[in-house]
């Protein structure tokens, strides 16, 4: 049996209605598991609940019920401060929208988990730069997001997923915003990372054609997997 690297178990999450109605309830009951050195594809149509799953799997929410287990570890128990630096050790983020900051250039973004982690500048950029040339932007390392292409930054953004070597990499609808041959090209280095990286890796989709990659397909319906 392959080990299990991540664990939800009950999880309920709700929304307060700002106009004082009912509570919208987004997830109900949710079970799942995500094996060691697997690729994990949740699919499901926009609002039910998938974007707000990953979420929580990845500690940026937390469940109104419910556990999620990294081991035998309860990640929805920690405080604040104890669950950013789970985070940022174990987990690597991709997002449709890449969240890049503005501020800082393409390699400075990528170095940024390693240097918060407490690496020296030298050690997080010379790794930075490593993933710039594995992911084909190095020639971008001293640009700012503002003058990347959409392709470009989604490759800095993976490439900043890996920057502290993860074990899980959560990647929510990263294609979205591209288009066919980037969406290729992004899709390819995203199921290598297993091969290359030895990551297990959780991908939200609504392309089912995207999902059929994917070791283990789970579909996501008004909050609930079945």
Known sequence: MPEILLKAEGIYKSYDDDNGGSPLQVLENVNLEIAKGTITSIIGSSGSG?????????????????SVFWGNKDISSMNPDDLAGFRNKNIGFVFQFHHLLPEFTALENIAMPALINGQSI?????????????????????????????????????????????????????????????????????????????????????????AERSDTTLEIKNGTIG
């Open 122 to 210: 030298k050690k997080a950029s010379d790794r930075a730069l490593d993933l710039m040339k594995r992911f084909g932007v190095a020639d971008r390392r001293f640009h700012r997001p503002t003058q990347l292409s959409g392709g470009e930054q989604q490759r800095v953004s993976m490439a900043r997923a890996l920057m502290n070597n993860p074990q899980l990499i959560l990647a929510d609808e990263p294609t979205g915003n591209l288009d066919d041959a980037n969406t290729q090209i992004i899709l390819d280095m995203l199921f290598e990372l297993r091969k290359l990286d030895g990551v297990s890796v959780l991908l939200i989709t609504h392309e089912k054609k995207i």
């Open 50 to 66: 998938k974007s707000t799953l990953l979420h929580i799997l990845g500690g940026l929410d937390k469940p109104n019920k419910g």
